[in-house]
């Protein structure tokens, strides 16, 4: 089952406007990733963060992370139309074992506008 | 190279036949990941490798799936007896870490007719 949850689901928005996704997850993390993809492409690593950080910039993405409301957000300032994809949230589980898998949400499909 | 390549971009099979992918790794990258995306949003975790060796497999339906990452050689993942549902894009990542950042192919779209 996907442990991270985006939301909202789909975001309109126009060229310059910022754009905000949040993603839900359900257990222990070592670290958060975020990842954008675009149509018919593989995904593309974003940014990451680990369980002891709370926020991360790069560029004009900032990530915030709140492991106790187990919760992050992504904002993209000043969105381009470039920025069109879906952008979906992974979550490196905290187990037991040390298996290394990301468990992903099921996205969210941003579409800016020029 | 520089890029995760998979083979082939567009698979097609009758159902009951055998479907084999490939991917070749950013080299250099140790860890290898294969997920399947089905409907265009989930990503389903199929099988882990580190180096040669397979490090988590939890995610395969062992009966007809199979995956080898062989020194050398690119890595597969093997289906047999596909059946309808196998129908999906299957992506292939690498990584230097195991908790890294994945580095992604831009997946087989595998359709099982």
């Known amino acids: 089952s996907q442990q991270g949850e985006e939301d909202p689901q789909a975001l309109s928005i126009q060229e310059g406007e910022n754009a905000t996704m949040n993603c839900s997850y359900k257990?222990?993390?070592?670290?958060l990733q975020w990842y954008r993809q675009n149509s018919g492409r593989g995904l593309v690593h974003l940014i990451l963060?680990?369980?002891?950080?709370r926020e991360k910039h790069s560029g004009r993405l900032r990530v915030t992370l709140d492991t106790s409301k187990k919760s992050s957000s992504l904002l993209i300032t000043a969105s381009r139309a470039a920025d069109t994809a879906s952008y979906f949230c992974?979550?490196?589980?905290?187990?037991?074992?040390?298996?290394?898998?990301?468990?992903f949400g099921k996205g969210t499909l941003l579409t800016v506008n020029p | 190279g520089e890029e995760v390549a998979q083979t082939p971009k567009h698979l097609v099979r009758g159902e009951g036949q055998k479907a084999k992918l490939y991917c070749a790794p950013i080299?250099?990258?140790?860890?290898v990941f294969w997920y399947q995306q089905v409907l265009k949003n989930e990503f389903k975790f199929l099988i882990s490798f580190q180096n040669e060796n397979v490090f988590d497999e939890t995610g395969m339906p062992k009966e007809r799936f199979s995956a080898k990452c062989l020194p050398n050689s690119p890595c597969s993942l093997e289906i047999q007896a596909t059946k309808l549902e196998d129908s999906a894009v299957y992506f292939c990542?690498?990584?230097?870490?195991?908790?890294?950042?994945?580095?992604f192919g831009d997946g087989t779209r595998l359709s099982i007719l």
């Open positions: 080299k250099g990258h140790s860890y």
């Open positions: 992974a979550t490196d589980p905290r187990s037991g074992g040390s298996n290394y898998k990301l468990t």
């Open positions: 257990t222990s993390i070592n670290n």
């Open positions: 963060i680990r369980s002891n950080e």
């Open positions: 990542a690498s990584g230097d870490q195991g908790r890294g950042p994945q580095h």
